[in-house]
Structures are given as structure tokens and as C-alpha cells.
């Protein structure tokens, strides 16, 4: 017996998974995280693999994009970096988000009063060799480099004050400002202070300009902050999530640097919030103030979790805890 197919006929529905057609991708985030940012799959997708594919953490790169949209700077374009640094205070490494040499170009210009900058000027060029142990791939190895770099550069920027064409000049050295493949455990640049000894030092006598002449407006940028160690007071020190313990660079045999200052009390000693790090601190407080005003008090602790642990997970959900308290309608009402 044969059968006939009725026309306009087709097969029966079948129940679909939510999640089936989600693009799988390297840095999974919470749906609750990526939702308050305003990102959907797809272009969490693109930002972890192709704008920022050597960030380690999903932190590192949400921390990008809360940097963008504070600024109005379109994230597409790679204005910021998620950069590495090495935490003396923390004793691993963390990553950190520093604009780019664009990005502070651009917020100059966006003031009006940036008036362009002469081309740069360079220094006697000299030649060394850089030794220091360098990782290749999870080995530590003994390395060895020669460069031919600039001894010092300087860019001088214009800015429009009070109706004057007033010039600003800082002069960078290459020997101060280069990049360290492997933090200041090591003397050897970093590739691309290898291949382009002139290009990178530019972009830093430029940022350092820039902050000269619109010293309200720009930051230290990432050519400046990549390979630097952070250590507490000494410097600027932005937003930076911790790196999970499985990526953090081990120091190399034979290192007596542990991180931590003799002369810093230990976390059974003391006050708990004394022994938190200033700059853990800061980042803590900066989050909780955005979850009081947003209310989101779940997405928060679930950030907390997955960012921080020990002393720093417990002082982050005590305050969490207490800003909740203060918010809530019947301690308001009272």
C-alpha cells in the first residue's frame, strides 16, 4: 500500500534547546553578566577571539568593555587593551585595562583644544645585548638579545590655552621605558620592543606628552604598562582582575622575591582590611557602588565569587552584605 504526502504538509515540530545554536566560545561569561553590559553571545564571541584574543580571564575583558562604555569609545575598534602584570603585592599575575595611544589621542582631540603635535625627535642610537630567562611555552629558558634602539625620544604636543598655542614636551629613554618579557624578573624586551625599537618608543613619548598637555584628560597607556610589575603607591594602578592561579607566571628558580615587603603584616595579624592591598580595596568598593546603584546584588556576588578568593573574597561579600543592609526599604523607611 502506498501513501500520499498531503501538499503543504511538514514534519512535526520538534522541541528546540535554548542553547543549541550558541556559539561556543573561549572566555564563557554569565548570561546575567553579559546581560547588564548590554552584550549578547555573538559579540561577547567576537571581543574574547578576535579583539582581545590573549586576554586570560572573562573579567579581564568585561573590565575593557565597563572602560569603553564609561568613555563613549566605540570597543569594536580597540581603543583599550587587557594587558598583564605582574602583582608584587598579590604574588601572581593579574590583568589590568590601559587605552591605547589612539584612545588618548582621541580624548585630546575630543576637548577642542588639541592643536597636533611635531614629529618626533630621537637620540644618539645605541646598541645591547639583553640577557635574562624568558618563558617558551612552560619552560623557563636562558635568553639572549641585541637591539639597536634610540637613547631617548620626545614628541612635543600643542594645546590651545587661553587662546595660545602652548607646547608641551617630555622626553622618554629607551632603557626606562621598554617593555620586560618577563616582568622585572628579566632585562629582555619583549618582541615587539625587538622588532620595532623606534615605533614603540614614539607611542610612549607621545602618551607621555599627552598627559602633559591634558594631564585631567588622558592616562598611562598599555605600550607604557605592558611588562611593568604593580606595586602598591608606586605608580598609577587601574582596575585589574586576578588571574587564575593555573595561568599566573611561577617566579623562576632561585628567586627570593616572594611579593610581599618583610616589613608587611601577615593576614592572621592585624585588622583584615589593613592587610588587603589599597588597590584590591578601591576595586571592591567601586563594585559594590555599582551594584547599589543598579541593584544588583545576585550578579555582583556571583562576580565576587568567581574574582576573588580568601581574605579578598570574604571582605568583598562583607561589604556587599552591608551596602545591601543599607539599601533595603526598611532600613530606608526607618
Not at 550558541?22 to 553590559?37: F, I, Y
Not at 559579540?43 to 572573562?58: D, G, H, M, R, Y
Not at 570597543?75 to 587587557?82: D, Y
Request: charged share 25%; proline share 6%; with cysteine.
Amino acid at each position: 500500500m502506498t501513501t500520499t504526502k498531503k501538499r503543504g504538509s511538514s514534519p512535526a515540530a520538534t522541541p528546540t534547546n535554548d542553547n543549541r545554536n550558541l556559539p561556543a566560545v573561549r572566555l564563557a561569561a554569565p548570561q546575567t553578566a553579559l546581560a547588564e553590559l548590554g552584550l549578547d553571545i555573538g559579540t561577547w564571541k567576537v571581543l574574547t577571539e578576535s579583539i582581545f584574543p590573549s586576554a586570560k580571564t572573562p573579567e579581564g575583558v568585561m573590565l575593557a568593555v565597563r572602560y569603553c562604555q564609561a568613555k563613549n569609545l566605540d570597543i569594536m575598534r580597540r581603543p583599550v587593551h587587557v594587558v598583564p602584570m605582574w602583582s608584587k603585592a598579590l604574588g601572581r599575575e593579574v590583568e589590568t585595562v590601559w587605552p591605547g595611544i589612539s584612545e588618548i589621542q582621541t580624548t585630546a582631540a575630543r576637548t577642542g583644544q588639541w592643536a597636533g603635535m611635531d614629529p618626533p625627535r630621537f637620540g644618539t642610537e645605541m646598541t645591547r645585548t639583553f640577557k635574562g630567562r624568558a618563558k617558551n611555552g612552560n619552560e623557563w629558558q636562558d635568553m639572549e638579545v641585541t637591539v639597536t634602539f634610540p637613547e631617548w625620544a620626545e614628541v612635543t604636543v600643542y594645546r590651545i590655552v587661553h587662546d595660545t598655542r602652548c607646547p608641551f614636551t617630555e622626553t622618554v629613554f629607551w632603557e626606562e621605558t621598554y617593555s620586560r618579557f618577563g616582568g622585572a624578573r628579566s632585562e629582555l624586551p619583549t618582541d615587539m620592543w625587538v622588532k620595532r625599537p623606534r615605533g614603540q618608543l614614539v607611542k610612549c613619548a607621545k602618551a607621555a606628552s599627552l598627559r602633559a598637555a591634558f594631564p585631567e584628560e588622558t592616562d598611562y597607556t598599555a605600550e607604557e604598562m605592558e611588562g611593568k610589575t604593580l606595586e602598591s603607591g608606586s605608580g598609577p594602578i587601574r582596575e585589574a582582575v586576578v588571574i587564575n592561579a593555573a595561568h599566573a607566571e611561577q617566579p623562576q628558580a632561585g628567586s627570593t622575591d616572594t611579593g610581599i615587603p618583610e616589613s608587611e603584616p601577615s593576614h592572621r595579624n592585624g585588622d583584615m582590611q589593613s592587610a588587603i592591598e589599597d588597590e584590591v580595596c578601591e576595586q571592591i568598593d567601586k563594585l559594590v557602588t555599582r551594584a547599589t546603584r543598579s541593584n544588583a546584588w545576585a550578579s555582583a556576588e556571583e562576580y565576587f565569587r568567581g574574582r576573588y578568593q580568601g581574605d579578598h573574597l570574604e571582605y568583598a561579600l562583607r561589604e556587599l552584605e552591608h551596602a545591601k543592609a543599607e539599601a533595603s526599604p526598611d532600613r530606608a523607611a526607618a
